[in-house]
């Protein structure tokens, strides 16, 4: 049982171009999100899906795409990098159930460190 | 004004101390609370959560809600310089449980 699973651990971009932050998790949670982490603006939510085929915007989801195909996969797209694009990115989890207490519980991969350029 | 306020510190206390942690948050609707602990360059775990008002306790960590004031804390006794990390609250109400309010995070050092 691996968790939530994060790739690349570090990326260097340059401005404009685009890449993609790939997350997997093996508990079979439906919820799955993305967030940002900057000094200062602690976590802030970019994207989120309750389930496959069904996304959602975060509070700062301009400049990044999803998409969820499958229960275990929620990758996260760079369109265009900009140098305010520079953070620490984690992916996290919860199981289904929303309103059930202990569904908001999440489980954080270990994040991806991007630096553009 | 953001919704949970957190002191980031830094905090540092010398091994052995009690710890208090604490955040304030402005949402009535606020039922669950958490702690996470979040080691350098590591994501984010949950250590404490509550649900509503009260006191929950797992070994050295004791989280206590009181809706009343609308105060969350942690508190961490005997520490030991592994509980050096920042450490999260957050907050969520009934209705939405899955929208999760961060504070912005504590960091704390526990020196030998």
């Known amino acids: 049982n691996a968790g939530v699973t994060q790739t690349p651990k570090f990326q260097v971009l340059k401005t404009g171009q685009s890449m993609t932050l790939q997350c997997a998790q093996d508990m079979n949670h439906e919820y799955m999100s993305w967030y940002r982490q900057d000094p200062g603006m602690g976590l802030r939510l970019i994207h989120y899906s309750v389930g496959a085929g069904i996304t959602d915007q975060g509070e700062v989801p301009n400049g990044y795409n999803v998409s969820r195909s499958t229960t275990e996969d929620f990758p996260l797209r760079l369109l265009s990098a900009a140098p305010s694009q520079t953070s620490v990115y984690f992916c996290?989890?919860?199981?289904?159930?929303?309103?059930?207490?202990?569904?908001?519980?999440?489980?954080f991969g270990a994040g991806s460190r991007l630096t553009v350029l | 004004q953001k919704e949970v306020e957190q002191d980031p510190g830094p905090l540092s206390v010398p091994e052995g101390a009690i710890v208090s942690l604490n955040c304030t948050y402005s949402n009535s609707a606020f039922q669950y609370f958490m702690w996470y602990r979040q080691y350098s360059r590591k994501g984010p775990e949950l250590l404490m959560y509550?649900?509503s008002s009260g006191n929950k306790e797992d070994g050295r960590f004791t989280a206590q809600v009181d809706k009343s004031s609308k105060y969350i804390s942690l508190f961490i006794r005997d520490s030991q310089p592994s509980d050096s990390a920042t450490y999260l609250c957050a907050a969520s109400n009934a209705g939405n449980n899955r929208k999760l309010i961060w504070g912005l995070g504590t960091s704390l050092a526990v020196n030998p």
């Open positions: 996290a989890s919860s199981y289904s159930g929303a309103g059930v207490p202990g569904a908001n519980v999440l489980t």
């Open positions: 509550t649900y």
